[in-house]
């Protein structure tokens, strides 16, 4: 049976969430089709920034390597899995929320100011470091290549008939070599074939 609190009947271009992705019937931008898109949803993206939240206490006395290697676990199976969907912008705000996350506690345990953030981050150029400890890297989402379905439009699903085709040759016994003996199997036991014994040598066909 369906959830009355989970189950509702609304239209595409309201937006509906399933399993953390936001589907929505609009508009392209400068366009003038509509367009089914996947969004991350905001739960979806609310729960991820609240345990990157609980990884990164301000008063942990915890060593900076483990917590990175646990931050690391959680951001690349999140970004992975959401790989699918419109994700440029919550990627790039979420390395910015971990980065942000990270400086405030490190600023925190050391008694730093910014002075001493831009002495343990930035380089000669102006630009920053990755967050980094001699056995551990903070993991980008931005280096997370969006790999977006392809359109199939009236194809039939789940394969098309070549497809189908390719899918059984590839799983089709392999062929014998030519020096292993050759056996011709017998027919199933009621199969939808009709089969009829081989006729005698010289005699007529049936």
């Known amino acids: 049976t369906l959830s009355e609190s989970k ?3 609304a239209h595409l271009s309201e ?4 399993l953390g992705f936001h589907i929505q019937w609009k508009k392209r931008r400068g366009d003038r089709k509509w367009f089914c898109m996947v969004f991350i949803a905001d739960k979806a993206f609310t729960k991820i920034k609240q345990t990157i939240r609980a990884l990164t206490p301000r008063r942990s006395p915890r060593p900076l390597t483990d917590v ?25 705000f979420l390395r910015y929320f971990t980065w942000r996350r990270f400086v405030a506690w490190q600023r925190e345990q050391h008694r730093w100011g910014w002075k001493g ?3 343990w981050l930035r380089r000669p150029n102006g630009s920053w470091n990755t967050i980094t400890t001699p056995a551990a890297v903070l993991f980008d989402p931005t280096k997370v290549r969006i790999e977006r379905y ?4 009236n194809r039939p699903q789940p394969l ?22 050759r056996t011709r199997c017998p027919p199933p036991a009621g199969g939808l074939h009709e089969t009829r014994p081989a006729p005698h040598r ?3 066909p049936p």
Do not use: C, M, Q
């Not at 392809?150 to 439009?153: K, T």
């Open 7 to 9: 189950t509702r009947v």
């Open 15 to 18: 937006g509906i969430d399933f």
């Open 68 to 92: 990175i290697n646990e931050v690391n676990a959680a951001l690349r199976g999140w970004t992975y899995y959401f790989r699918h969907a419109l994700a440029g912008r919550r990627f790039s």
């Open 117 to 119: 953030v831009k002495r």
């Open 150 to 153: 392809r359109y199939r439009g």
């Open 160 to 181: 098309r008939p070549h497809d189908h085709r390719a899918l059984s040759l590839r799983t089709a016994a392999p062929e014998r070599s030519s020096s292993a003996p």
């Open 202 to 204: 010289g005699s007529p």
